[in-house]
């Protein structure tokens, strides 16, 4: 018996979950069970709806009776989505290469070269986060029409970027919140860094491609995703500085598919899922290098 009771001394008995769970946590879990439906629920409906019949989408079902993956074939070839999907990657690839050149050396500027006014002019760049799209819309819009000032390109253009490439990615290739994530990170390395490379002769230039740049994929990265998601869903400034099909990208080609398309709910749905597609891949490929990226550029709490 004594042996018996000193091997349950031993034992530690678990408390079982349920008991283990506060009154506070139950409200938690509520709001994130909530917010996942939320979030959730509209993802698996669009999916739903674009592998049913016509008559499965008027008789609101939530699910198929047998897939139709034949609807996103037929809704690639109706809305011509190979030339909108083109103009995209394009459009999305030529923003991104000019806003990471800007942003990297903005921000190692920023954080690492000593001037006069760095401060001010960093609050100021800043303060333009505050200030809500609509309102630099307009300026922007007569800006690459041309009609502040010529501006430079092919003489068919003349002094006008309205319907050509440029107007589409030029105005989105600096980003005061780009900016700023980048500072945050280059700010935090050690100075110990910097001096290393300055003893064997390199300068700012070698110093951020060697050293600042292979130890900041993250911020990179991060940087990459938000500007490959608000380039990639751009909408009503490609509607307004384009006339012509010629440079509209996949979300122009999505709206003027919807309005041609009709009562076609399930073709509808095809075309939307088609254009989260390339977002989707992105974001599984990279989602610990984004949360990471998060978490050690200054954002978190």
Same mark, same amino acid.
């Not at 991104?96 to 690492?112: E, K």
């Not at 500085?241 to 309005?259: D, E, I, Q, S």
């Given at each position: ?86 103009? /995209? ?8 290469? #000019? $806003?990471? @050149? +800007?942003?990297? =050396? *903005?921000?190692? /500027? ?8 760095? #401060? $001010?002019? @960093? +609050?100021?760049? =800043? *303060? ?174």
């Amino acid at each position: 018996m004594a042996n018996i009771t000193a091997a349950n001394r031993g034992i530690k008995h678990k408390t079982p979950f349920f008991e283990r769970i506060k009154p506070g946590h139950l409200l938690i879990y509520a709001l994130l069970i909530f917010g996942a439906l939320v979030s959730i629920v509209p993802f698996f409906w669009m999916v739903s709806t674009s592998l049913m019949t016509l008559g499965e989408t008027i008789n609101r079902q939530w699910l198929p009776k047998v897939p139709q993956f034949d609807n996103y074939i037929e809704a690639w070839e109706e809305a011509q989505f190979n030339k909108y999907f083109l103009n /995209s990657v394009i459009i999305t690839l030529t923003t991104l290469a #000019g $806003l990471l @050149f +800007t942003s990297v =050396l *903005a921000a190692y /500027s920023f954080a690492r070269i000593k001037f006069a006014g760095r #401060g $001010l002019i @960093f +609050t100021l760049l =800043l *303060a333009t986060m505050m200030i809500p799209e609509s309102v630099t819309m307009i300026p922007n819009f007569l800006m690459v029409r041309g009609s502040i000032f010529p501006l430079p390109g092919l003489p068919a253009w003349k002094g006008s970027w309205l319907n050509q490439l440029p107007a589409l990615t030029v105005p989105f290739m600096a980003n005061a919140f780009s900016i700023f994530l980048l500072r945050q990170f280059f700010a935090k390395i050690p100075e110990e860094y910097w001096d290393a490379a300055r003893l064997d002769g390199a300068g700012h230039l070698r110093y951020l491609i060697q050293i600042v740049l292979p130890m900041s994929k993250a911020p990179l990265l991060t940087v990459v995703i938000f500007s490959f998601i608000g380039s990639w869903n751009a909408f009503l400034w490609p509607l307004l500085v384009t006339t012509k099909p010629t440079w509209r990208p996949l979300m122009v080609g999505l709206y003027t598919f919807v309005t041609e398309a009709g009562p076609e709910t399930q073709l509808l749905m095809a075309g939307a899922v088609i254009t989260l597609i390339p977002i989707l891949i992105l974001y599984f490929l990279t989602q610990k290098q984004f949360t990471e990226g998060i978490a050690t550029s200054g954002l978190k709490g």
